[in-house]
């Protein structure tokens, strides 16, 4: 039986910070109709994230999404 060695990534080329790759990630999903209380707080957990490094990933489609990638 021949033995399949798994692939080797030194040849990929990057755009960006690849460390990302390596640390926690948070996923924000919103409906695109929600409360507006629900709303000013994303706002807020998106400042509150920022400002603690987190990697936030998303699909970023609906306008909340959006908002919170900016």
Not at 24 to 46: M, Q
């Amino acid at each position: 039986m021949e033995r399949v060695l798994p692939p080797q990534h030194d040849n990929i080329n990057y755009m960006g910070n690849k460390e990302i790759l390596k640390s926690h990630k948070i996923a924000f999903l919103c409906s695109r109709k929600c409360p507006a209380d629900v709303i000013l707080k994303s706002y807020d957990w998106a400042i509150e994230q920022r400002e603690k490094g987190v990697c936030v990933i998303s699909g970023f489609h609906s306008k909340i999404e959006k908002d919170v990638l900016h």
